[in-house]
């Protein structure tokens, strides 16, 4: 037997790491981006960011960047910033240390320390956010390394990449919900050079750019960045590729479960729709309507998994 705590925490745990990795990622391609647009369109660049973050942080000593960054980083009470993600999954592992490896967990807590011994240099000197930003990223993606290359891929394991992919398809369903309007309407007002911008932005926002490339080369119209990011089961942030995980993961997850069979259901709809339905989709006058569609089935589906239970059959 699985006691349901660890399967929860263990779940909980693959949430956060992909949140924060995220997050850091969203910061760093939107600080770019905005820093390219800078003294071109500066409301372009505000609205960039409020897009993604919502309205400006309070810290008036600080640059727009800055204030976001800062915000998003370290603001332990701010529940989307990467130190808030990184404290609740070192909680979840310190609950159940004795299904994780010594590599993971001595990674997780360097990663911590170094993100609060960072805080306070940054509180010195501002203009290292962006470079401690780099350096968590880089933390994060050797935790992640450290989960791949160490950790038994048993029922504990599904369950922590079980929640890693739910975060992760969330994440590119609303990155994809909120960036389409602007990358729709300069394709119709036949900008070419801010359709270019807004389309490697979403690309950037979902590390897929090379990806992409590597499919259909320097050319980034609309329709074909929204069928990557929607229907390529290949590369591994598209929606089709995270719902074929999430399926494959809840396939051998234990019946016993009290939301597996609503997750099975929704995951094997969604999957379905995604395999067989994309020309429909696609040809849709609001793809918005899917994505938002979408999104809400996958809320139900994790609903549907942290129900209360009292223990997970092995």
């Known amino acids: 037997m699985m006691l349901s705590r660890i399967a929860d925490s263990l779940y909980w745990m693959g949430r956060y790491i992909e949140r924060a990795e995220n997050t ?5 391609a939107t600080h770019e981006f905005t820093v390219e647009l800078s003294g071109l369109n500066d409301e372009l660049a505000e609205q960039e960011w409020e897009l993604l973050f919502g309205p400006p ?7 727009l960047n800055a204030r976001y960054i800062d915000s998003f980083m370290y603001d332990a009470s701010n529940p989307f910033s990467v130190i808030y993600s990184i404290e609740q999954a070192r909680s979840n592992a310190r609950s159940i240390g004795e299904v994780l ?43 992640l390394g450290a989960i ?55 690309l950037l926002d979902l590390a897929s750019l090379e990806n992409y490339r590597r499919v259909y ?57 995604a395999q ?13 309507e899917y994505t938002e569609r979408a999104y809400r089935d996958l809320l139900s589906a994790h609903e549907a998994m942290v129900k209360p239970q009292h223990e997970v059959e092995a």
């Open 276 to 288: 067989y339905d994309e020309a429909r989709i696609m040809a849709m006058n609001d793809l918005s």
């Open 217 to 273: 080369g320097a050319r980034l119209e609309p329709d074909q960045v929204l069928r990557f990011l929607l229907f390529n089961d290949q590369t591994p942030r598209s929606v089709h590729s995270g719902l074929k995980r999430m399926k494959s993961y809840v396939d051998v997850l234990p019946s016993a479960h009290p939301g597996m069979p609503t997750m099975r259901r929704i995951l094997g709809r969604r999957l379905a729709e």
């Open 148 to 202: 791949e290359h160490t950790l038994t891929r048993d029922q504990g394991w599904t369950y922590m990449k079980l929640g890693e992919a739910m975060e992760r398809t969330q994440r590119t369903l609303r990155v994809i919900e909120l960036k389409l309007p602007t990358l729709r309407a300069a394709h119709k007002a036949k900008d070419l050079s801010m359709t270019f911008a807004f389309g490697r932005k979403m």
């Open 57 to 63: 942080p309070m810290n008036e000593g600080l640059t």
């Open 101 to 143: 490896t010594r590599e993971v967990i001595q990674q997780l807590n360097e990663m911590y320390h170094a993100m609060v011994s960072s805080r306070q240099a940054v509180a010195l000197n501002p203009a290292r956010l962006t470079d401690f930003t780099e350096a968590t990223h880089k933390d994060i993606l050797t935790l």
């Open 24 to 28: 850091c990622r969203l910061l760093k």
